[in-house]
């Protein structure tokens, strides 16, 4: 059993049963392995959430070209996108403090550097990372959550889409 099939099997469990059922014995009953073969790849229940989450927010970034906002947007466009696809993930990353995974950091620090390139500098930079990190993970939970996500195919969230175009004008004011 390669590390890549207990991940994709994880994300599998997680996004067709959710947070609460997502447990290391459940994984390992669908893997038919015992459960210290998930532990001895991952280092216990926060390595393997963290490296579910590199895999799923590994692609996520901001498109090539075009003003530090439309690379914001984007770039909040394509991580909303995978949280829609995978809410139970996001779930466990917020009831588990100490498991930041290095994408989501990789993402913070880009929004953050993208606000700089904008203009904005110190409280006010943090400021609105916090409102759009904020908005993106409530927006994306609160739609998957309404049960317009089945975790199997990403969503068009038009709402959301039109909320950040509106969030983002504010941001140069």
Same mark, same amino acid.
Not at 39 to 55: K, N
Not at 81 to 105: K, M, S
Not at 106 to 133: C, F, K, M, P, Y
């Given at each position: 059993?390669? @590390?890549?099939?207990? /991940?994709?099997?994880?994300?599998?469990?997680?996004? @067709?049963?959710?947070?609460?059922?997502?447990?290391?014995?459940?994984?390992?009953? @669908?893997?038919?392995?015992?459960?210290?073969?998930?532990?001895?790849?991952?280092?216990?229940?926060?390595?393997? #959430?963290?490296?579910?989450?590199?895999?799923?927010?590994?692609?996520?970034?901001?498109?090539?070209?075009? =003003?530090? #906002?439309?690379?914001?947007?984007? /770039? *909040?466009?394509?991580?909303?996108?995978?949280?829609?696809?995978?809410?139970?993930? =996001? *779930?466990?990353?917020?009831?588990?403090?100490?498991?930041?995974?290095?994408?989501?950091? @990789?993402?913070?620090?880009? #929004?953050?550097?993208? *606000?700089?390139?904008?203009? /904005?500098?110190?409280?006010?930079?943090?400021?609105?990372?916090?409102?759009?990190?904020?908005? =993106?993970?409530?927006?994306? /939970?609160?739609?998957?959550?309404?049960?317009?996500?089945?975790?199997?195919?990403?969503?068009?969230?038009?709402?959301?889409?039109?909320?950040?175009?509106? *969030?983002?004008?504010?941001?140069?004011?």
């Amino acid at each position: 059993m390669s @590390r890549e099939e207990m /991940l994709g099997a994880g994300l599998d469990l997680l996004d @067709r049963k959710g947070a609460d059922a997502f447990t290391m014995r459940a994984l390992a009953e @669908r893997l038919s392995v015992n459960p210290m073969t998930i532990h001895h790849h991952f280092g216990g229940r926060d390595g393997l #959430i963290a490296a579910m989450s590199e895999v799923a927010y590994a692609q996520v970034a901001a498109p090539e070209g075009g =003003t530090p #906002i439309d690379c914001i947007r984007g /770039l *909040l466009e394509a991580y909303h996108a995978q949280v829609l696809r995978h809410p139970g993930l =996001t *779930l466990l990353i917020f009831r588990r403090p100490g498991v930041f995974p290095q994408q989501a950091e @990789r993402i913070t620090n880009e #929004i953050s550097a993208l *606000l700089a390139e904008a203009g /904005l500098s110190g409280r006010r930079a943090q400021l609105w990372r916090d409102i759009l990190v904020d908005f =993106t993970h409530g927006a994306a /939970l609160a739609t998957a959550m309404n049960g317009r996500g089945s975790g199997s195919e990403p969503l068009e969230d038009q709402g959301f889409s039109m909320a950040l175009q509106e *969030l983002s004008t504010s941001l140069t004011r």
